[in-house]
């Protein structure tokens, strides 16, 4: 009877941990990627392949590989990410971002991978950087209660009637994704609360690659609310186009910067513009300076109102040799 007791026990945590999975998550021991309800293996050349696939798991990056082979016959992906030098502004966090072909093998190389001990949302983190808490402990890590992290402190966004489909497409875009599958709300128990009565992110403007660029200046933190919103997000492979938005363009302050540097150069690039166009106006149109009455230089002069007493010239003339 114990022993019974102990694989019932062993098969219900097994089922537990294969619930939940969504398109295209990444397994790490060794490295597939889930589609259609199978774990294909991924080959790959580099460690860039290695950290996108730890950021998807919520990691910083891949402290290495192990249980290196070669496999010499079956479906698998073949995945290109790019290697970037600062991948906290940069790097990609979805492996689905990365250049993917599905083939059949012909001795290509995969392995497994270890991923760092540091979290992404506790190392470092920016003003307006997301997580999403796993309240439900599934295995994807696209599905979760959405916090966002705001001076100094973790808030979890409250539902209310200004949260949108499209400010969860907004959310899900900011974390590596297309944008949300489900959206539910959940309570909020002891955790604190950002409030936001108006997005900027609507059905006309449509979604943007940044949860924080749907964020108005004003909102409040700290503040009790009835229910949290909780997401579960996607990867569409036919809207691949639709980006994903990086540190570099998401964080609030680092963004703000960065725009208002923007905005100097462009109005300085602009008024020597202007400057340059002004100044060939005036010398094309108003070249005569000699005499104090400008003279259009395009206008048409008729020849018999020409000052000859200026242009007499003697073929003779030795003052002219």
Known sequence: ????????????????????????????????????????????????VAHVACRQQGFTNASGL??????????????????????????????????????VASNC????????????????PYNGQLHLIDKKKTATPADGTVEVYLHNGWYQVCNNTAF?????????????????DTRDEVDPGNSKSVIITEYTCTSETGSFECFTHCIPKKYKINDSCQDHVTLTCKFDITKKYITSGSRSQCALDEGSHLLQAYKIITGLLAGFL????????????????????????????????????????????????
């Open 1 to 48: 009877m114990y022993i019974n007791f102990v694989v019932c026990t062993l098969c219900i945590s097994c089922d537990c941990l294969e619930e939940g999975h969504q398109q295209w998550d990444v397994k790490l021991d060794p490295l597939k990627l889930y589609d259609r309800e199978n774990w294909i293996p991924i080959c790959f050349e580099n460690l860039a």
């Open 66 to 103: 192990f249980k290196q082979f070669t496999i010499r016959f079956g479906e698998v992906y073949v995945v290109t990410c790019p290697t970037v030098s600062n991948y906290f502004l940069y790097g990609e966090t979805n492996i689905m971002r990365c250049n993917i072909s599905h083939q």
């Open 109 to 124: 190389t995969t392995a497994s991978v270890n991923c760092s001990n540091k979290d992404m949302h506790k190392t470092n």
């Open 164 to 180: 949108t489909d499209t400010v969860a497409d907004s959310i899900c875009r900011q974390y590596g994704y297309t944008g949300h």
């Open 274 to 321: 202007l400057f340059i166009l002004a100044l060939f106006i005036i010398t094309f149109l108003f070249c005569d300076i000699k005499t104090k009455k400008m003279k259009c230089c395009c206008c048409w002069r008729k020849h018999d109102v020409l000052n000859y007493a200026h242009i007499k010239y003697r073929v003779n003339d030795p003052r002219n040799d």
